[in-house]
């Protein structure tokens, strides 16, 4: 699986965005995948997660936040970002796991539990 995201940008405390990932060379509907984050100097942050049996699951920092979604037709996911803050800066990171088939609201997964992951698109939140 090929992964790319796209959507990062800079944008000012309290504002919205959207980051993208489309996906190549497999279909995404048999997959959990997630978003991760990685802010300088810190290490890699889980923020949501969807899964084949729609089960979702999101880090506390981001709940009524963040909304992710996915279009099986296209082959691509999304992560909707609003009332960001100075803390969300990070490069985001769009992964793929074929091990994990189910997610429980409150428990995202580990980095260590993706299989594939993209290259990471930045996302600064500053005036």
């Known amino acids: 699986v090929q992964l790319m995201e796209s959507g990062g940008d800079s944008v000012q405390p309290g504002g919205s965005l959207e980051l993208s990932c489309s996906a190549s060379?497999?279909?995404?509907?048999?997959?959990?995948l997630a978003w991760f984050r990685q802010a300088q100097g810190k290490g890699r942050q889980s923020v949501a997660t969807?899964?084949?049996?729609?089960?979702?699951a999101y880090a506390d920092s981001v709940k009524g936040r963040f909304t992710i979604s996915k279009d099986i037709t296209k082959n691509t996911l999304t992560l909707q970002m609003s009332s960001l803050r100075f803390d969300d800066t990070a490069t985001y990171y769009c992964?793929?796991?074929?091990?994990?088939?189910?997610?429980?609201?409150?428990?995202?997964?580990?980095?260590?539990?993706?299989?594939?992951w993209g290259k990471g698109t930045l996302v600064t939140v500053s005036y």
């Open positions: 060379e497999y279909a995404i509907n048999n997959l959990c």
């Open positions: 992964a793929a796991s074929a091990r994990i088939k189910t997610v429980a609201p409150d428990s995202t997964p580990s980095h260590y539990a993706m299989d594939y």
């Open positions: 969807i899964c084949a049996d729609a089960t979702i």
